[in-house]
């Protein structure tokens, strides 16, 4: 009942920037957070960002200063702009969101991931 759409991967050399997009569509009353995640090869999924619906943010300690979260509530959609981008970044980027949708259910949609690639 919920679609999360990622987009904006691609390949980047080291130093680059990227801007990933992720826009939610379906019968959604509500999102409340937005999270970017993001798997390695071999790697466990980890969180890399959150943005609350009042736009409170966090971030992991290897991405700090590095990467911003935000969000557009009339679009239903979250960004993740990544700068100075590393080799080490290279994973495959999910989104996730908490909705709430129109039946009175809720719960946490994914997207299908993005591939990021920083070359060295």
């Known amino acids: 009942q919920v679609q999360l759409v990622e987009s904006g991967g691609g390949l980047v050399q080291a130093g680059g920037s990227l801007r990933l997009s992720c826009a939610a569509s379906?019968?959604?009353?509500?999102?409340?957070?937005m999270d970017w995640y993001r798997q390695a090869p071999g790697k466990q999924r980890e969180l890399v960002a959150t943005?609350?619906?009042?736009?409170?943010?966090t971030y992991a300690d290897s991405v700090k200063g590095r990467f911003t979260i935000s969000r557009d509530n009339a679009k239903n959609t979250v960004y993740l702009q990544m700068n100075s981008l590393k080799p080490e970044d290279t994973a495959v980027y999910f989104c996730?969101?908490?909705?709430?949708?129109?039946?009175?259910?809720?719960?946490?949609?994914w997207g299908q991931g993005t591939q990021v690639t920083v070359s060295s």
């Open positions: 379906g019968r959604i009353l509500s999102i409340n957070s």
């Open positions: 943005i609350t619906s009042g736009g409170s943010t």
């Open positions: 996730g969101a908490e909705v709430e949708i129109w039946d009175g259910g809720s719960g946490y949609a």
